[in-house]
């Protein structure tokens, strides 16, 4: 399992200068995310832009892939082979999707 995310490294209008990448490793390292048997932090990739981010899903031969914004899913350089499943998006999407966490793991893991 893997999490790659579009994700600056600092937030832009923050006076304060907040990581955002440290701030969610601290979110997921506190819902205990990294408890989940093959989700560890070296499991987590942040890229600078959309177009990496992807790059990155292409590189790593993601089988499945789950986003909340169809820009990311209808992205050009997205592998074909790859499921694209959205996240709660808009009912008029042409991808799969769910509304919770739980529809998308019956989605892939129920009846296997």
């Known amino acids: 399992m893997l999490v790659i995310s579009h994700k600056t490294e600092l937030a832009h209008h923050d006076p304060l200068g907040t990581n ?20 560890g932090q070296d499991s987590v990739y942040f890229e600078p832009t959309r177009d990496d981010k992807v790059r990155r899903i292409a ?12 820009v990311v899913l209808e992205h050009a350089l997205m592998p074909e082979p790859c499921r694209r499943i959205l996240f709660r998006g808009p009912p008029q999407s042409r ?4 509304q919770s966490w739980g529809e998308i793991s019956d989605a892939l893991f129920v009846g296997q």
């Not at 991808?95 to 769910?98: K, L």
């Open 20 to 39: 955002l990448r440290s701030a969610a490793l601290t979110w997921m390292r506190g819902r205990g995310l990294f408890d989940l048997p093959g989700l």
């Open 59 to 70: 590189a790593l031969r993601c089988d499945v892939f789950i986003d909340d914004l169809d």
């Open 95 to 98: 991808f799969e999707q769910y």
